[in-house]
């Protein structure tokens, strides 16, 4: 998962798959002189570059035609950064008289393709003719793409960054907390071997403008082997990471992911087939629904190569997950080439993520696709130049509020650094949704002890969990961002608990972002109630409106979980009006929601009774509208509570 583990643990396969095989025949080799062929055929297994160079020059020396060794001397001097050499060996061997010619052409303009030489690549691709015509029309549109660069002026994060390869940003939602992948070990021009990945993270001081000095996470959750690719939750309470060659895996790299308990990591959780299998998986990116993972896979039924997976997810009552059978992004995203290192923003909407498929500036691009209403993807677009260049550039995230994003990359200052993290700000145009900040404590009403319980957040007019997580065990703690210019509704629910809701109003957005919410959640026993906040009837009448149906089938959810529990729906209104008119009202609009319960056919009639009390129990003062709006309510009165194990069935698992 690291550029040996993430990229290489993958790409080392296909490298090998790309220089001559162990079982290249004579006849396949342009060689003809047998000497020639036994240097070559030892040279390729040769670890040290200087005297593999030396021996391929021999071959050449006793074969000048042998084209195939002018080849591995030009990638083994790419391997070394000499491009000079690179394309000096490769252009030795560009002429019609061989018999490669066209391969060789074909060569040379990837490799100026890959060093930003664009002008030189079409060239070299045009001798290829119609062949490679697309080729061509790749660095016309690189070319385009540097006409018109984007504004960027990357920070490197000193402080962040250590002293060895830094590369891996992950963010939480609210900036507060980075982590990376540090490849303990190995320093800019080092090919270390004993090298070994961690996660490390590092904490924004507000009062100061700076982050601490990173430091390791440390265990349970890195160990002497490579950890890495990590991405937490818009929450910050998952995190998602990726490990090689544990006991516990199902293949070479598998996803993981811990839960944060106060200022800890849980041990690392493998996600299970079948998410993970016997091929590659990595780079996870988890939605802030908290209901889908992204990552990067190479098992059978992608397009080719690297592709983008998504895998829907269930968060369970003890915060722990479980994954669906995963599913292709498809073509839209997806190539024949290599798409991994997906990013999805907390806006649900904005996916990033590097490919080399799509038209770019050569090698991984950062590329972006909007994700619709009803869930297509858009046709990816390159994020632009010079953000993006003819080097990789993977790992991109960006924060919840869109204006900043992090990337690493080891030739953005030319520092002699090594991967460092960079800071860069966002123009307008690549921005995703704007968000608005929400969270809130959640309390034991009796103990005023914390409580880790299920919260979410789903849009009114439809329905659509937009945020879903636990909050925190430790200190009841939730956070997250919230697209604007919408309204939304929030259910909080455990076991054994009566579930609170709530209603976020676009206008409350200011409000809600300085002081969040404080929950009591009231133990199950008789004489508990609780008011349904997400209930609604037109003015004067018992008729529900459609946007009351979510918090219902959340009150069918919590009758299921707790089945002992029989309830009464209490039904109130305000003063205005005679009293008789609004005792039946009330009566009427409780009726109605216990009619909802029950025609759902989920729930035993005998557990369901309603009254109305018309404006004899005001919670508020009537002489305001606002007092007279709290009064006007439906509430759960707890009227039997048998505490012994439901014996309704629960909550269907992911299909």
Known sequence: MNVKASISYLLLTVTLLLLPSAAFSAEQLSGKQKKA??????????????????????????????????WLVAQTYKEQGNEASMFAYYERVAKPKYRNYYKTCFKLGKEYYNTGQYTQAKEWFGRGGEKYSAWVQRCAQAEELKKHPVPF??????????????????????????????????????????????????????????????ESIGGPTNTDKNEGSQNYSV????????????????????????????????????????????????????????????????????????????????????????????????????????????????????????????PGLGGYDIFYSKRSENGKW????????????????????????????????????????????????????????RMEFFDGKVWDSKTKKPVQAHVEVFRMKDDKMVFQSVSDEMTGEFQTYLPVDEDYAYNINKKGYLFVSGTLRQKDSADMKQKGIEVDMAPIEVGALATLNNIFFD????TLKEESFAELNRLIRFMKQNGRVAIELAGHTDSKGSRAYNLKLSDARAKAVANYLIEKGEINAARITWKGYGPDKPIADNATEEGRAKNRRTEIVIVKDNSRPSMMPAESSIR
């Open 37 to 70: 062929r036994e240097i070559y055929s030892k040279a390729r297994f040769i670890q040290d570059d200087k005297e593999k160079i030396a021996r391929l020059k021999e071959a050449i020396e006793q074969d000048p035609t042998f084209e195939e060794a002018y």
């Open 153 to 214: 002026k990357p920070i490197n994060l000193t402080r962040v960054n250590t002293d060895y390869d830094d590369y891996w940003p992950s963010i939480t939602a609210d900036g507060k907390r980075i982590s990376l992948t540090v490849l303990v070990g190995q320093r800019e021009g080092q090919k270390n071997v004993s090298a070994q990945e961690d996660i490390y993270q590092s904490f924004y001081d507000e009062k100061t403008g700076t982050w601490s000095k990173s």
């Open 235 to 358: 929450d910050g309470r998952y995190m998602f990471l990726v490990a090689c060659d544990r006991t516990s895996s199902n293949g070479g790299c598998d996803i993981y992911y811990s839960i944060r308990r106060g200022n800890t990591w849980s041990p690392a959780i493998n996600c299970g087939r079948p998410l993970n299998t016997q091929y590659w998986e990595s780079t996870p990116s988890f939605s802030p629904a908290g209901d889908e993972l992204f990552f990067s896979s190479n098992r059978p039924g992608g397009l080719g190569g690297q592709d983008i997976w998504v895998s829907k997810v269930k968060i369970l009552e003890d915060g722990k997950l479980q994954f669906s059978q995963p599913r292709n992004l498809g073509p839209v995203i997806n190539t024949p080439e290599d798409d991994f290192s997906p990013f999805i923003h907390a806006d649900n909407k904005t996916l990033y993520f590097s490919s080399k498929g799509h």
């Open 378 to 433: 858009g046709i990816p677009k390159n994020i632009g130049f010079p953000i993006n260049t003819h080097r990789d550039e993977i790992g991109f995230c960006v924060n919840a509020q869109g204006d900043k994003a992090y990337l690493s990359s080891n030739g953005i200052l030319k520092n002699a650094r090594g991967k460092d993290i960079y800071e860069i700000s966002l123009p307008d145009s690549l921005r995703p949704e």
């Open 539 to 542: 003015f004067d009448k018992s």
